[in-house]
């Protein structure tokens, strides 16, 4: 239904388009009299007055046809049968098989009964939703064409329409963050009734299983979220010193060393590694880069875990490289040339010039770079999966096995599960944990971008 009715919608745009336009062009030879705005934009008036219109009547009439149908298939059936949720969609399906002649076995009368009424009422709500869309918009075409006249201001109303559009668009985005916030705040809010703030924040333990019944032997669950930020910060400061230095180096490299040629080769092969799915980049650490670590190790005398910080922080290095490079790369070609060239009238040499001037005044996006290559790594998820393990052991051994936060929320929403435990509900928590991380590492970067920014000519 949804997928006719926007085909319908899309023809009737562009029908709207070309009829306006054409009319405004003929307007302008009859009359010969100047438009105020280009035949396009009176075409362009028309298909956004059709455009809002149409999607209007599908957001109030789309729900209502849905609610109709439901209403007539499950007429047929005992209310105490299809009072739960579980109950109403298996039987919803079942409907659906059945009307689509795929469903196996022999249908009871009733479930014959509400197929025959889903379908009548699905035909209904198409045809009914479908042709008020097709009346609704050949009303609005004709009622555009009428008020095309050389003075109207076509497109400064368009130009609304288009302000409108993206303000909603924006609202759009800042509403779906603030939703988001909202379920993590609310559900991290029973966890917190059912366990301390404080053993939460600054326990040394993480041991998450809980009983699934009351007569059942287990453990109560243990919410200490230190030994996660260790592993967290641990990784990510392995990856950073690998990424940190091969990032910035190599952009310096791209942007005041290398010819043009080789920049055209060079930052191409490099920026590969950020299209590289993490899971192929996880099966890299722990087949290959684990197991050299572990030998290595051992044949130095040292005891190494099959599973370590060392090799998810390495991998993962390799992985942020790009966000580095590519950043401050583009940073330090927006440095002004002006600037070079002053510092070289000044008799200092091009390293002088690069570590004196180019890098201070490219300092803030740099920084940037940094801060967004620290928040890719916090978030990631699959290559500590694969290299680094799930025990959450407090350590700074680099060679030990730990787990991150996104590792845990992974694991404790993995499955079916009683969203009302202090087991299930702990991801939330740790998702909230991770938010105000994230949000302090965005500040940082702030503070130090407006600290540090100078304006050039």
């Not at 100047?34 to 219109?53: C, D, E, F, Q």
């Not at 996880?282 to 880069?289: R, S």
């Not at 030998?295 to 966000?323: C, K, N, R, T």
């Given at each position: ?69 439901l209403r007539q298939a499950f007429g047929a059936f005992d209310p105490s049968i299809i009072a739960e949720q579980l109950q109403r969609d298996a ?159 190599s952009a310096i490299y791209m942007a005041e060393y290398a010819t043009p040629p080789i920049r055209a080769i060079v930052k191409p092969i490099l ?187």
């Amino acid at each position: 239904m949804s997928g006719t009715y926007f085909v319908i919608l899309a023809v009737l745009v562009g029908a709207g388009f070309l009829l306006g336009a054409q009319r405004a062009r003929g307007l302008r030879s009859d009359t010969g009299s100047a438009l105020h705005s280009l035949p396009a934009y009176h075409g362009l008036y028309i298909a956004a007055a059709v455009l809002t219109v149409m999607m209007a009547i599908y957001v109030m009439a789309a729900p209502l046809a849905e609610h109709y149908v439901l209403r007539q298939a499950f007429g047929a059936f005992d209310p105490s049968i299809i009072a739960e949720q579980l109950q109403r969609d298996a039987t919803l399906r079942d409907i659906q098989n059945l009307v689509a002649g795929s469903y196996q076995g022999e249908p009871s009368d009733t479930l014959k009964a509400g197929a025959a009424a889903y379908a009548s009422a699905s035909s209904l709500a198409f045809w009914g939703l479908n042709g008020l869309g097709v009346l609704a918009g050949l009303a609005v075409i004709f009622w555009g064409l009428s008020r095309i006249q050389p003075e109207l201001r076509a497109r400064n109303q368009f130009e609304h329409f288009v302000k409108y559009v993206l303000l909603a668009c924006s609202a759009v985005a800042v509403l779906t963050t603030i939703g988001i916030l909202l379920s993590v705040v609310f559900e991290a809010a029973q966890f917190f009734s059912k366990i301390s703030p404080i053993d939460f924040l600054f326990g040394l333990q993480w041991s998450p299983q809980t009983a699934m019944r009351a007569d059942q032997v287990g453990s109560s669950g243990v919410f200490g979220i230190v030994p996660l930020i260790v592993g967290t910060l641990l990784i990510t400061i392995i990856a950073m010193l690998v990424a940190g230095p091969l990032g910035l180096f190599s952009a310096i490299y791209m942007a005041e060393y290398a010819t043009p040629p080789i920049r055209a080769i060079v930052k191409p092969i490099l920026e590969i590694l950020a299209g590289i799915p993490t899971v192929v980049l996880g099966f890299f650490a722990a087949l290959t880069v684990a197991p050299l670590i572990r030998s290595s190790g051992q044949s130095l005398g040292f005891d190494v875990a099959s599973e370590s910080a060392l090799a998810a922080g390495l991998v993962m290095g390799m992985m942020i490289i790009p966000f580095v490079s590519s950043l401050s790369d583009d940073v330090i070609n927006a440095v002004p040339q002006s600037l070079r060239d002053g510092s070289y009238a000044m008799g200092a040499t091009k390293s002088e010039t690069i570590k004196k001037v180019v890098l201070p005044a490219a300092l803030p996006g740099i920084v940037s770079a940094f801060m967004l290559a620290i928040s890719r790594a916090i978030g990631e998820t699959m290559i500590v999966v694969m290299a680094a393990g799930l025990a959450a052991n407090l350590t700074f051994n680099p060679l030990a096995a730990v787990t991150t936060v996104t590792v845990q929320i992974k694991t404790l929403l993995v499955g079916d599960q009683e969203f009302d435990s202090a087991k299930t509900l702990s991801a939330f928590a740790l998702g909230l944990v991770l938010f105000f991380f994230t949000l302090a590492l965005n500040y940082i970067a702030l503070k130090i971008v407006q600290r540090y920014r100078e304006q050039y000519d």
